[in-house]
């Protein structure tokens, strides 16, 4: 379900009423993203973000494990420099389809190919890279477009037709 704001865009009820939330939403989720430390960066919060609130995350992180996992992922992201990169590397897991949800219950937190994709990741030394952390990944860079088919920001990617 969408909730129409006072600007009349439709957004989820989870970003239709903190302005972060708001601009996250509007601004961010969903925009592809094809560079490494624009890659690198969502790895890191998506990985933050697991087990807690989008609008914790957006204002602090504290735990050390979340934490250690950056510098780790950091590492991973220089070696995998030398096969394919970050970019190509996470954009090759893409589905040959999208979700087309009308309603939250229709959205996965899970596929094949994020397991496979969290599996990949792990075997390059990545850490907090869970299938379903990487589910949301896909959704936030673009690699999958689960915007209900009411929000305003459904197929504004251009990777996937409305």
Known sequence: MTVVGADGLARPQWAA???????YYDTEWGVPIRDERGLYERICLE???????WSTILRIIRHRGKIQATITNARA????REEVG?????WSF???????PLDYSEVPTVSDESKAL???LRKKGFAFVGP?????????VGIVDTHLMTSHR????GVWPT
């Open 94 to 100: 893409q589905p040959s389809d999208t979700p087309r």
């Open 77 to 80: 992201t220089l070696a995998l």
């Open 17 to 23: 009423v903190d302005p972060l939330l708001m601009e």
């Open 47 to 53: 990985g933050f973000q697991a087990g807690l609130s």
């Open 118 to 120: 969290s599996k990949a």
């Open 86 to 90: 970050l970019v190509d590397f996470v």
């Open 132 to 140: 379903t952390t990487m589910y949301a990944l896909m959704e936030a």
């Open 154 to 157: 459904r197929g504004s990617s």
